[in-house]
């Protein structure tokens, strides 16, 4: 009963169970080779070169590892909470920032994107017409302007302003109109909420290019911040400073990046790629690399969510301040321990063939002896 009961444990506990496995693996494997190599060249040259054998796969293996930074890896990057800020409300965002670099970024000075869109949008009518935003806009337009206008008639239709002439027939469908203005009001409101990160997802060539209010820093777009936004998000729910109960108490803003290595332009050409590849290559010493998530609380009202309805839109109360998480990249250490694996097996794997040959000079010596005589 002892017995069962024993097996029972081995069976359900993962720790021991794969512990087992790992021994019984290199029983069976690593044993039978090693016991075949003892009984066909003797103890001690079987396990020279069981040995080697072992060592230089580790070699190799290890240097799979090293490259890609898998298996027997270090700690992998991840972002480390500097400071969190908290502006003043109608006035600057990082006044009380300790990091110089966050206090150098305005971002209360920033252009608002509703307005950005729609002074934009009378820029190109003023060049080209009312009929740029028609179906047949390509035919008005340069080759090298085209990119640039197809991204402001996406923005215009996602963010621009909302009226009951640009809604569609599926959102009015049903609808009274009462019910249609009351909607009109309620998406034109989500579009003047509209923040940069959100426009430069869209719409990159729509975000000027050189922003002295940026400083240091660029902006960063909503695909862009995906782990510094989630890091900042963790951070602010564990500060005991805020009580924030869940993600949906406060709305994300705009997100920025500063330092770290340099990276490629815009549209890099091959050579582009390889200058960079190279250059980073050689850049031994990592420079700190910052990043900067801005968030601000929403109003009550819109937290009132009734049960079996669709969520309502988060609006920031502007009321309250925005607050600002600095947060600066750890690189970890990655490949540190596949690279001391794959050294040190190496050493190893030479020492034993050097061994191997200094005993095969050894036998030959001797052998030749042995002819001679």
């Known amino acids: 009963m002892q017995m069962i009961d024993l097996i029972a444990g081995l069976a359900w506990d993962p720790e021991i169970r794969g512990f087992l496995a790992v ?9 039978s080779v090693w016991l075949i190599l003892s009984t066909n060249s003797g103890t001690r040259l079987g396990t020279l ?9 580790m070699a190799i293996m290890g240097s799979v ?26 006035g600057s965002d990082l006044e009380y920032a300790e990091l110089d670099r966050a206090k150098e970024l305005k971002s209360e000075a920033l252009p608002v994107p509703y307005e950005l869109l729609i002074e934009q949008r009378a820029e190109a009518i003023a060049l080209y017409g009312e009929e740029v935003f028609g179906p047949n806009w390509e035919e008005l337009v340069p080759a090298d302007e085209r990119e640039y206008i197809e991204q402001l008639r996406v923005a215009w239709v996602e963010f621009g302003v909302v009226t009951r002439d640009t809604l569609t027939a599926d959102q009015i469908e049903g609808l009274t109109d009462a019910e249609i203005d009351a909607l009109v009001i309620e998406e034109d409101a989500r579009n003047q909420a509209t923040t940069l990160s959100e426009l430069a997802a869209e719409a990159p060539a729509l975000i000027p290019e050189d922003l002295p209010q940026l400083g240091p820093w660029i902006l960063l777009s909503t695909a862009d911040m995906g782990e510094a936004q989630a890091s900042a998000i963790a951070f602010l729910l564990e500060s005991p400073e805020y009580d924030f109960d869940d993600q949906s108490q406060f709305k994300i ?33 990592h420079p700190p690399g910052y990043a900067l998530i801005q968030v601000q609380a929403v109003t009550d009202e819109s937290l009132d969510n009734l049960p079996g309805t669709a969520p309502k839109r988060p609006v920031v109360d502007v009321t309250e301040p925005v607050v600002s998480v600095v947060m600066i990249r750890d690189l970890g250490n990655l490949r540190q ?28 010596a001797r052998a030749a002896e042995s002819g001679a005589s």
């Open 253 to 285: 803003l705009d997100g920025f990046a500063s330092g770290g290595k340099d990276g490629l332009g815009e549209d890099p050409s091959r050579w582009d790629r390889i200058y960079t590849q190279i250059k980073s290559a050689l850049t031994l010493l």
């Open 65 to 90: 590892w090293w490259i890609y930074g898998i298996g027997y890896a270090g700690d992998r990057p991840v972002f480390e909470e500097v400071e969190i800020v908290e502006g003043e409300v109608g």
């Open 337 to 364: 321990l596949p690279a001391m694996v794959t050294i040190g097996s190496l050493l190893i794997f030479l020492a034993l063939c050097y061994m191997l040959h200094e005993r095969d000079k050894v036998a030959m």
């Open 49 to 57: 070169i069981a040995g080697a054998g072992f060592f230089g796969w």
């Open 23 to 31: 021994l019984t693996g290199v029983v069976v494997l690593m044993g």
